[in-house]
Nanobody, 124 residues
Framework: QVQLVESGGGLVQAGGSLRLSCAAS????????MGWFRQAPGKEREFVAA????????YYADSVKGRFTISRDNAKNTVYLQMNSLKPEDTAVYYC?????????????????WGQGTQVTVSS
């Protein structure tokens, strides 16, 4: 059974940084894609960033490009989302998700497994 556990959320001032972690277990993730999504109150869940376990190819939403960095630690089966220059509009519950896929995918329905989410709040 695949399990994803996010951590690292919290309250930060605008311009600050946070690093989210997603610990994955229950599978050999070599051919999987790991994604980060977020959902603000009253809004749909949206794609943030994704990475392929094999090769480390990454892809970002335009809204976070240049500010967020996704990375992975294969030995720890953990994916990170380093978030810099945070803005109030980054406030949301952040979810990690995974799917067996040879290419990066960005739509919520394309992902099979989801974590429980971690709250990120950016104050102005």
């Amino acid at each position: 059974q695949v399990q994803l556990v996010e951590s690292g959320g919290g309250l930060v001032q605008a311009g600050g940084s946070l690093r989210l972690s997603c610990a994955a277990s229950g599978r050999t993730f070599r051919w999987y894609v790991m994604g980060w999504f977020r959902q603000a109150p009253g809004k749909e869940r949206e794609f943030v960033a994704a990475i392929r376990w094999s090769g480390g190819t990454t892809y970002y939403a335009d809204s976070v490009k240049g500010r967020f960095t996704i990375s992975r630690d294969n030995a720890k089966n953990t994916v990170y989302l380093q978030m810099n220059s945070l803005k109030p509009e980054d406030t949301a519950v952040y979810y990690c998700a995974t799917v067996y896929s040879p290419v990066i995918v960005t739509r919520t329905y394309e992902y099979d497994y989801w974590g429980q989410g971690t709250q990120v709040t950016v104050s102005s």
